[in-house]
Nanobody, 116 residues
Framework: QVQLVESGGGLVQAGGSLRLSCAAS????????MGWYRQAPGKQRELVAG???????NYADSVKGRFTISRDNAKNMVYLQMNSLKPEDTAVYYC??????????WGQGTQVTVSL
């Protein structure tokens, strides 16, 4: 059974940094795209950043220049380095993985809270 386990969330002051990690396990198949989404209270879940197995990345406009996504294919892990955090970055952050091209998996989410 495929599992995605996130870690690294927490409370940080505005301007601070956090690094999220996500470990994927339980699959024999190739992990294609991995990414991070977030959902703030009362809002829809939105893409924050994505990365292909080849290392191509894409970012939401709101985080460009502040967040960096990376992955370790050998370890089936994806990371999100978040710098210059703002209160509007406060949300539950979810790890996502597309496996074997059309199977979509989610982690349980990790809370990120940015205070003034």
């Amino acid at each position: 059974q495929v599992q995605l386990v996130e870690s690294g969330g927490g409370l940080v002051q505005a301007g601070g940094s956090l690094r999220l990690s996500c470990a994927a396990s339980g699959t024999r198949f190739r992990i294609n795209t991995m990414g991070w989404y977030r959902q703030a209270p009362g809002k829809q879940r939105e893409l924050v950043a994505g990365i292909t197995s080849g290392g191509t990345t894409n970012y939401a406009d709101s985080v460009k220049g502040r967040f960096t996504i990376s992955r370790d294919n050998a370890k089936n892990m994806v990371y999100l380095q978040m710098n210059s955090l703002k209160p509007e970055d406060t949300a539950v952050y979810y790890c996502n993985a597309v496996i074997n091209w059309n199977n979509n998996y989610w982690g349980q989410g990790t809370q990120v809270t940015v205070s003034l």
